[in-house]
């Protein structure tokens, strides 16, 4: 199999393969790739799963509780989908200009720039609902991650997005290991927004692929590094950041409207959502009323659980 093009910065949204004579045509919609040892970079596995993911929350916010790392897992043919349904949400807004439309939570929320400073808040956050709709009528084969990381409970003041990346990678390789076991063979790979911590994550990916996460496996199943794709350009990591926000505000403010959403969709086994964790004191833990927590208690006494 021979590929036609790479996928770069405003790069056209196609990549042409030949295989066989036969040539095929595959919409990336707008999935810029980049890593730390190759500004421009090819797809060398096509077909696989994609976990999108951003971030909520800051880490170094002392007025933040929580930071949050969030996201959407799809089989990547799936993307397109997403991408239209986004692009039809944009077209209500500005008819003229739907592609410079970029959804973001948290912009919405605070409706300081346009085109949000000409809504109501009830229209923005209507905008916000809309999107997350989208996630939650999607595929019944994508699937939400999110872990929610209470600062204070890191021992020693650790990095919790160093905390978050790790428990999502291990989630996502062990969501990935279960298709495999059920015949679907195809590896998984990251990405996020370009802006969030990428040297770090992408050096955190090759230790836990050699070395193993702290529960003492390796990642198997990831097909490479994390690769990061501008927001503005993607609608999956427009889709992720509202994922990201609507965990956030369950989580630090107790305001569950957008989270109550998109709940069924976080990937589940048995009962037990595996999709979603609380990182936060034990003691806590123990009496937390969340999904994540809850969903582990009520099973822990037949079944060992992921930590």
Aim: hydrophobic residues 40%; aromatic residues 8%.
């Amino acid at each position: 199999m021979g590929i036609g093009r790479t996928v770069g910065i405003g790069d056209i949204p196609y990549l042409k393969l030949a295989a066989c004579g036969i040539k095929l045509k595959l919409q990336l919609r707008g999935l810029y790739v980049r890593s730390a040892e190759r500004k421009l970079t090819r797809l060398h596995v096509l077909f696989m799963h994609l976990l999108y993911l951003d971030d909520s929350g800051s880490a170094p916010n002392e007025n933040e509780k929580y930071f949050v790392l969030a996201g959407l897992s799809i089989f990547e043919a799936q993307a397109d989908w997403f991408a239209r349904e986004l692009d039809k949400l944009a077209e209500g807004i500005d008819a003229a200009n739907p592609a410079g439309i970029e959804f973001h939570a948290s912009a919405q929320y605070a409706r300081r720039t346009a085109p949000w400073n000409k809504m109501t808040r009830e229209e923005a956050h209507g905008v916000t609902k809309s999107v997350l709709q989208i996630v939650a009528s999607s595929y019944d084969t994508a699937r939400v991650f999110a872990c929610a990381v209470e600062k204070s409970s890191i021992p020693g003041g650790g990095d919790p997005v160093a905390v978050a990346f790790e428990d999502l990678c291990s989630r996502f390789d062990m969501f990935l290991s279960g298709l495999r076991a059920a015949g679907d063979r195809q590896r998984g790979l990251l990405v996020l927004d370009k802006t969030t911590h990428e040297t770090s994550l992408q050096q955190l990916t090759r230790d836990f692929r050699k070395r193993g996460t702290q529960w003492g496996s390796a990642i198997h199943n990831l097909a490479d590094i994390p690769f990061f794709a501008d927001s503005g350009a993607s609608r999956l990591i427009q889709c992720a950041d509202h994922i990201a926000y609507a965990v956030f505000r369950r989580y630090h403010v107790g305001d569950s409207q957008l989270f109550d959403i998109i709940a069924p969709k976080f990937h589940s086994v048995d009962g037990v959502i595996h999709g979603l964790a609380h990182k936060t004191a034990s003691a806590n833990q123990a009496q937390c009323l969340c999904p994540a927590c809850l969903s582990r208690r009520m099973a822990r006494s037949t079944t060992p659980q992921h930590p």
